[in-house]
């Protein structure tokens, strides 16, 4: 079972049965746990730093890495502490990577620009250099690193590893091997019927598009109005249907230059948009349960973990008991597998900052590296969290059996094996709006496939 | 660590912190060892897979491109020093990767001088610097034979870096007097024996002196001033033995003591008994400063401790010279090269009590970091940080821990004696740094250390000095002698050279370097040295990098290669610059050439006279905004020219006397009445040291053209600006009343022609381009000032307008007298006008695209203005002149006043900086930063500001017409609390005025509109709790929630159990809150963007920020984003959110 590889399910309405016969749910009495992990706590502070995060993330993982690397080097001497490095003598030292990069953006250079009316430094897709360099740091100091073992171009600030190498007389540290923290345990898969979930994401409602046809059938096939008879049975067998973040296209800016007399009265273009969701997703959700995390794009926070979106936005669904506003990242147990995906903010920016091209290897990294969003805070919003308030909510503690990534350009799925026999369903979820493609998850199976809405 | 100083430490972070202590102990030991064991590192080198290791050839390739691209102001993508965004951190890698040279490391030392035969090689060296001192003469040389004499030392550098002295003998100080009549040389043994006498019995340290006067004999001379129909005359050169007696001498002669057996007794006038030995010895010599020298083969004696004299330096070399045994090169084509030689930069930390300036006496040095570069590298060969206590390795660089501060004072000392730097540079050493290690190492008595001068057993010794001068104001400084060493301050050289907003370090860097440099404060430096070795490297990193800095600023700036062009053109030794004024500068060009035509220079009483004469003039400006070319015509070089076209000189200058001999056409009357023999009559002297001056620079300009080595083009580059600054000294010299020798008469009638002359074009001008004579429009000159005119000749065309401007300036030229030369530069378009010397405009000198904006006189430099007021005119300005687009000006600056009238402008654009230069009761009124520095005392004194400090403030709300002074406030204390700016006073006292200024050339009374109507009229209130600045009540919040709530849309009081909107206004709950929620996520989106952004800048991730750099434009930013969160984040809770 290597990459799933099922002929794609082209969905064409045709007008043939006219009173399409409703179905009942077959899997409806599969249970659905929420999970509440990333609500951020409403005493959560802004008065502290970024510095906080990764000290919290650096203890979160210091066991995981000190133990990985005795198992994976048992002979190597193991030095706590990057001060305590002896040069030319090899051996395993841990920390949290900092990859400086010269073309990573920087709000000082667009300050900068602004005050010499200058165009601001220029968007890229990719940020990443020649002169990019990987250094690791530990409270006590920071160390730079070179050489091949560890791959400067897809590596990025954040992750928390431990290699193995020396310390030349310059000061560099000369790498010859590297490791991840453990590949975390996973739960058994208890056995069940066949039955599916639909994950969807990117449905990027704007002004233009003809996307919002391709909805309606999206709609219509979830609650089993349409389709072959069969098309209907599979319809009846989604027992879930998680939306993966962008509702709605891109939340205007355009507003930002007016000034404050004029904006108190602006209505955000949004509104609009959100209201047309509300009844979508009202419709949508009468006899599935609709799972629904906020995406970059989508009128909730900024930073991570993105909270709930607020119900007031809402006055049709928050009546149907079935439609739930959850976080990003976001994490369910259905009948007993575990979910655990985000909106695809995380694979998004390592992109940026990764040379990897592959947006299902990024995911599979994070899974390897047991991060949900390593380059936070540093090239991705967070809050300043803090071993007090909750610890690292980004550790991936638990091997999950579904880990997906929202608004990815592409449908892409691929199953990988863990060291100790986890197996884990990757699966970059497409705009929804681009692809006009949402994915059918087989619970019983894990296998996964597209199946494409396109309005003739 | 991780919170060293602010969050409270737990348990496990302290024992960890223990840990680290004894851990590092041990581990210092081997880090020591380590270093010495360092061999030549070839290890990154070896390694061609390595992706980013940087050969010593990489990185200094890549520094000559940057050091070419000078003054762009642009990032420089690429360029990892010049990436700011993780500067610090990658000033931690840089110092690593500059460590790869491993073997320099510890080899402080120059390379060794090699063995030279005195009797066959020819000695060669590039002289930095000068002094002299007595003593006994030695045998062999010329000069007095007996007593204390005269003998130079010279300080420099070989081509090899060798450091040399040499000790040059037989130089005797002169003076000259006029010959009285009817002396012959007979009587010259008389008159040399009455003056020994005569000057042995007024002056007790001439007593037992074998011979006071050394020679006199008769020399043909003429005094410089006025024009003599009798030529040259007798006059008696009396040479003396030693420079001190050269007043006594003065005296004798002048009062009348010298009693001759033919002429009876007389008194003598006395001519050059006021210049400098130092610069009397060089011009008599040949040398300028920092040029090469070069002592034929056996015409010198090196020193060695077998010998006698035996060495009394450091230098490698050290020689016996005569005075006229040694050739001194021009600096010209080989002879302009520099030695290699040494900067060492430095700078100290001190542990200064909580809100006190550090006081020698009471606060201890803590660190001392080191950079030494050679001149011309790219990079600083020795990186070291002397440390009191431990302090955890620093990759790339030398710790050199100290358990006591003597021996941190006493082994840095050391160090400056074993690298033996030529230059000392570093910020505020002069003022701040040296004086302190001085007065620290006394109090300690630390007896070692006052050896910094290459001099053995010669203390370094604090002084202080006065510096008045007309260009620079006066200034109180400091000196601190190194003999052999030249201080070379950056901050002098900023504070002379360059107008700034701000001269700290920080915003020195950001303005040059383009990067932020992260501040530390002084109160928490005090903690970071009590804490571990690990605060103490985070310390040692920052002290380094302040270290470093410098250096930056001396080869950005190419000040080294430019001070030293200076020096080489005005002939005055490389440390005048900083030390002296401009005058210095000219009395050596004009000794120089005096001395060729046996002119004398008379010494002129300084008489303080507040004789006034009339400056330039300016044509009244016609005000306006100009959208039309305006086409811009500049004499170059206007007032050399005039005096070089006249021939005005002291020696040309006529005496009604002398007048009466000639005729008139032998002469001219200056528009000042003034009357100046012609060039026929007698070339005078300036017209000669001016044309000299000119022709090199037009001789380094074409050089510059065809040199493609950057070095040596800016090296040339530096000449050409040394050479028109030089140039153009020589008039103010003319005009300076307390100077050495100044005659109003040429100044006057230098800037009389000037006048004349302006008004002279506008004439040729305005009655040739005419619709009379066929052009289409007529000329107007609407503004014309000191050396320039601006002539609207009414066509569109920038072309066209090129074309007619360069005929015109052709045209006037030719009415004038050579040199002077009219030239046609530039063209304004458009212009706006605002009043003398105040106007701004987009400049072009080819029709394709505009070369830049100019602004001249506007508020963009002052100080006292907050950074709003600059953004606001800068961006009017931007769109008036380069978009063209007057709505959107006006749409700005409406903006601009509404988001400021609703408290929307980030507060470090209000943000207004002061120097806390002296205590409260010694200024004069009140001051608001002092009045501020008060209060901030009494809340805490711990992070007061102190004495030297700058004191940042906003104008805060207070009582009706309560005084600003009163109203000053901490932006911090502001932001904390809540407080209430004063927006009207932003408006009225800091935006108004600017912006008129701006706006009613183009508006006319329309202008008064942008401070009133709809933008000014809504204000909002923010919740505020404390509304006066002693208010004990903290946190807006709570009396934020206590507030009686209204609806958020419509301002209606709620019922109880509403808390955001009326029932009315319920029904758009989703647009009130998508509202509210945008701002939230602008705010949540700029807070992690800043924090994260300093987190780099600071170079750990895992460490809190403590950079409170004020001159950092996100400083403030940061700090009001977490505020505002909080506010918003408040707001947006009150939607009710259950699902």
Redesign the interface.
Known sequence: MDVMSAPEARYVRDDAPEQPPRVTRSAAGIKVERNKQFIVPSSHDFDRQYAHVYFTRYNSFKKLIETAATNKWPSKHVVPKLLDIEKEKECVVFGVLYKDMPLKPNILDEYHARENYEAPPPERSKYNSDEDALVLEDMSGRIVLIGDALDVGTHVSGVVVAVLGKALPSGEFQIADVCYPRFPPQKRLPKIPPSYVCLVSGLNISKNDKARLSMQLLSDFIQGNIGSTADQELAASIVHVIVAGNLVWRLDDEHQDLPLYKKRTMIPESVGHMREVDLFLAQMGINVRVDLMPGPHDPSDAILPQQPMHPCMFPLARNVSSVKGETNPYETTVAGRTFLGTSGQGVDDIYRFSTEEDRLRILEQTLEWAQLFPTAPDTLGCFPYHMTDFSDPFVITSCPHVYFAGNQPSFATKLVTGPEGQQVRLVCVPSFSDTHTAVLLNLATLECEPIQFDAP | ???FSFAPKSKDARK?QQQ?LD??KQ?HQ?QQD?QQQ??P?K??AA?P?????LSDGDNGAKRRVERSASGS???K????NS????QD??F??EL?DM??N?ERISDVARPPAKPMDSSKEAFVFQQLDLDSYLDVPLPGMPGPQRGNVQIFRLFGVTKGGNSVLMHVHGFCPFIYTPAPANFTPSMLGEFKMALDKQIKETTSSAKDVPEVVMMVEIVSKESIYGFHATGKRPFLKIYLVQHKFINPARRALEQGTITLSKLGTLSYEVYESNLELNLRFMVETQLVGCNWVEVPAGKYKFRSFSSTPKPVSLAQYELDVAFDAFISHPAEDEWQQIAPLRILSFDIECAGRKGVFPEPDKDPVIQIANMVQVEGESKPFVRNVFTLGTC??I??SKVIACKTEIELLESWSAFVRECDPDIVTGYNITNFDLPFLMNRAKHLGARKFPYLGRLRNVQSKLSETKFSSKAYGTRESKVTSMEGRVPLDVLQILQRDYKLRSYTLNSVSAHFL?E?KEDVHHSIITDLQNGND?TR?RLAVYCMKDAYLPLRLLSKLMCVVNYMEMARVTGVPLSYLLSRGQQIKVISQLMRHAGQHDLVIPVHERQGSDEQYEGATVIQPKRGYYDTPIATLDFSSLYPSIMMAHNLCYTTLLSPQERSHLHPDDYIKTPNGDYFVKNKVRKGLLPLILESLLSARKRAKADLKKETDPFRKSVLNGRQLALKISANSVYGFTGATVGKLPCLAISSSVTAFGREMIEATKQHVESRYNVKNGYKHDAVVIYGDTDSVMVKFGLDSLEETMKVAQEAAEYVTSKFIRPINLEFEKVYFPYLLINKKRYAGLFWTRTEKWDKMDCKGLVTVRRDNCPLVV?LIN?CL?KLL?ERNVEGAIDFA??TI??LL?N?IDISQLVITKALTKTADEYDGKQAHVELAERMRKRDAGSAPTLGDRVAYVIIRGPKGAPAFEKSEDPIYVLENNIQLDTQYYLHNQLEKPLMSIFEPILGSRAKELLSG??T??V?KRASSAGGNDKKSRGSIMSFTRAKATCRSCRALLPAGRTTLCSACEKD???H???E??K???L??R???????????Q???????LCTSKDC??FYMRKK??KD??MQ?EVV?K?????
């Open positions: 660590m991780h919170d960890q680290t851990d590092s581990h081997q380590n360092q061999q590192a290890g990154t390694m897979t390595v992706p980013r290791s102001k642009k990032w993508a690429g360029g990892k990436n700011p965004e993780s951190s990658a931690v890698d690593g460590g790869t491993g955890a390795p990759v790339g383009s932020q690990e490297r953004t961006t931007h380069i409406k903006k509404s988001d609703c929307e709809e933008h009229r809504v909002v709950i989703d647009v809150f998508q509202r929620l945008l939230k996520r602008q949540e989106d807070y992690a963007r800043l924090w994260a952004q300093c987190q780099r800048c170079g750990s991730v895992m460490q809190d920020v434009p996100i984003v977490q969160l909080r984040n809770g939607f009710d959110d259950s699902w």
